[in-house]
C-alpha cells in the first residue's frame, strides 16, 4: 500500500484556500478541512498535508482551482518513517536513505 501527500510547488501558500475550492470541500464532504484552511495557519495547514480531501482536491479539481498549480501529489510506500525537506516551494519527502521529488 501507499500514502500520499501534498507538497507546496510555491513559497508560503499551503494554506490559502480559495472560496471556490471551500464550496467544493463542502459539496466533497469535507466542511472541516476546508474551515481549517480558511483559517489561513500555515501550521495548522501543514499538518493536514495527508488529508484525504486536501489530496482529493489537488488531484481531481478542475484546473481552475488555485490549489493546482500551488501543490503536487506525491505517493510513498506506507511504511516509509518520512519528514519534508527542502525549501517552501520546492518540497520533497525525505527518508533517511532516499528522497521523492
Do not use: C
Not at 476546508?34 to 495547514?45: I, P, T, Y
Not at 500551488?70 to 519527502?93: A, H, M, N, Y
Amino acid at each position: 500500500m501507499s500514502q500520499k501527500i501534498v507538497l507546496n510547488r510555491r513559497p508560503h501558500t499551503f494554506s490559502r484556500l480559495t472560496e471556490s475550492d471551500a464550496i467544493w470541500l463542502h459539496k466533497k464532504g469535507y466542511k472541516d478541512l476546508a474551515e481549517e484552511l480558511k483559517k489561513n495557519d500555515f501550521d495548522v495547514a501543514e499538518k493536514l498535508r495527508t488529508h484525504a480531501g486536501l489530496v482529493d482536491l489537488v488531484e481531481t479539481q478542475p484546473e481552475t482551482s488555485s490549489y493546482i498549480d500551488r501543490f503536487t501529489v506525491v505517493e510513498i510506500p506506507d511504511d516509509v518513517d518520512w519528514f519534508l525537506g527542502g525549501k517552501s516551494g520546492q518540497e520533497k519527502i525525505i527518508e533517511e536513505h532516499r528522497t521523492w521529488p
